[in-house]
């Protein structure tokens, strides 16, 4: 069983920026994604960013954050990060994280794809 729990939120200016963390417990595979999907009140939940290892490491982003926001991780605190640069408004939601294990590429951005997620943390832009 896998434990997420998130961190780093809060409420910033236009322009400003967050770093999130993701730590993750419980759990072992070498074929698992570990992706961030946030949610707007009123709206769907949407994809942000994913990471998958599967031998290797890829990372995927939303169109909407592409060169804005990166995702990184730390191997030995089990834990992932998303930094978010050049915060919009429109970036104003819940953020979440999740797992997910053996997803296929066209699963990655469907939150129905995963199968543990993090309570979530809100996010804040506004002046």
């Known amino acids: 069983q896998v434990q997420l729990e998130e961190s780093g939120g809060g409420m910033v200016p236009p322009g400003g920026s967050l770093r999130l963390s993701c730590k993750a417990s419980g759990g072992a595979s070498n074929n698992y994604a570990r992706a961030w999907f946030r949610q707007a009140p009123g709206r769907e939940r949407e994809f942000v960013a994913v990471?998958?290892?599967?031998?290797?490491?890829?990372?995927y982003y939303a169109d909407s954050v592409k060169g804005r926001f990166t995702m990184s991780r730390d191997n030995d605190r089990n834990t992932v990060y998303l930094q978010m640069d050049s915060l919009k408004p429109e970036d104003t939601a819940t953020y979440y994280c999740a797992e997910g294990h053996r997803l296929i590429t066209s699963s990655l951005p469907l939150p129905s794809a995963y199968d543990y997620w993090g309570p979530g943390i809100q996010v804040i832009v506004s002046s």
């Open positions: 990471t998958r290892w599967r031998g290797g490491t890829v990372t």
